[in-house]
């Protein structure tokens, strides 16, 4: 019990805060001074680290105040992170019955080196993009804006997710492709390409959500959303919303370059049938077809690889792969990719015929 309890405390302090008076906080603070350490080996052979740790607080009321986290006990943790002198933590203040602070290492501060690695990454989309880098990093700032000031707010406000997104991603597309590519024909097969692929991939989902009876609630994080506000959150809703985002950008890489395509094939022989065009440019698309379709699989597998290494192990609560899939986190996931590249699929097709009903036109 002493064991559960503490696992408790440690990894959800949302717990302990509804027993106290006082709320935890957490903020920054630095390690200056390690009182001591101790190593030890797991039952599983992994090697064990833990340390008493002295540190100095580093923002607000809070700055040059000391600390002392505890990290020495007969607790056995997941996580076990090594600390050194300087390093920036994020402490968090968890109050006992009596009204005693107690001190938890929550994870390392990593904002600088992330704002690096965004500096990095738009230093070199500058020199490789040029003029239409920067562009894309204005549309980048305006998609960032749009999810940020709209599409969530209006969510925690008690609007429709699937509604909400759907509006939101329209606007989104607006500005991606516009703003990347200018404001030509190309740009309009693009932007109606990607909305009526859009559309077909948030039908699918929708369905197979409703027929599999998927409540898009399966991790702690989203049922945690439950007792955020007054507002009742529709997570189905949220389930499709998410749906929608995350085959935005995929449509958007797809529908551009098989216009684009379209475009060029026609620039090198006007002459051609609309057949010829067609046929030329769609055995482009299939190509990029496979390899984006591996993408998108790849991108929801990767994001459950925790979970896939759990069920490969043997060592989890299903039986076999039928009751796997049938698990919800599971289904899900299966749902989201194979009703996105069904979408990704069909665009091909459809930015295919409409580009080359346009520079046919005339034929």
Do not use: C
Not at 157 to 166: I, S
Not at 188 to 211: K, T
């Amino acid at each position: 019990m002493k064991k559960i309890l503490f696992l408790l405390i440690f990894l959800f302090p949302m717990f302990v805060s509804a027993q106290t008076t006082e709320p935890d906080t957490i903020f920054k603070a630095e390690v200056f001074e390690i009182i001591e350490e101790r190593s030890a080996v797991r039952k599983n052979g992994a090697d064990l680290f833990q340390q008493n740790l002295k540190l100095r607080g580093l923002e607000g009321q809070r700055e040059n105040e000391e600390y002392v986290f505890t990290g020495i006990n007969d607790f056995e943790l997941i996580k076990s992170n090594v600390y050194k002198i300087g390093d920036k933590v994020l402490l968090l203040e968890s109050m006992g019955a009596d009204n005693d602070p107690q001190y938890y290492i929550v994870d390392y501060v990593r904002t600088n080196i992330i704002l690096y690695l965004f500096a990095l990454f738009v230093f070199i989309l500058l020199i490789v993009g040029r003029a239409k880098g920067f562009r894309s990093i204005l549309s980048l700032f305006f998609t960032f804006l749009i999810i940020i000031k709209y599409i969530i707010p209006s969510i925690l406000a008690g609007a429709n997710p699937l509604v909400t997104t759907l509006l939101g991603s329209l606007v989104i597309l607006f500005i991606i492709i516009y703003l990347t590519e200018g404001f030509n024909p190309m740009s309009h097969l693009a932007v109606i390409s990607i909305g009526i692929s859009l559309f077909i991939s948030v039908f699918l989902s929708w369905f197979f959500v409703l027929a599999g009876k998927l409540s898009g609630v399966f991790s702690e994080e989203i049922a945690s959303l439950a007792s955020i506000g007054d507002v009742a959150i529709n997570f189905q809703g949220l389930l499709l919303a998410g749906i929608i985002i995350g085959l935005l950008g995929v449509l958007d890489d797809v529908v551009v370059a098989q216009v684009s395509t379209v475009e060029q094939i026609h620039k090198t022989n006007t002459q051609q049938s609309r057949k010829d065009l067609f046929s030329s440019s769609f055995k482009v698309g299939i190509s990029h077809i496979s390899s984006m379709t591996n993408t998108l699989f790849l991108a929801y597998a990767g994001a459950s690889l925790p979970l896939l290494v759990l069920l490969v192990s043997g060592e989890s609560v299903f039986g076999n792969t039928f009751d796997a899939i049938n698990n919800e986190q599971i289904a899900t996931e299966i749902v989201r990719t194979l009703a996105g590249s069904i979408g990704l699929i069909l665009s091909v097709p459809i930015s295919t015929y409409l580009s080359v009903y346009w520079y046919k036109r005339k034929s």
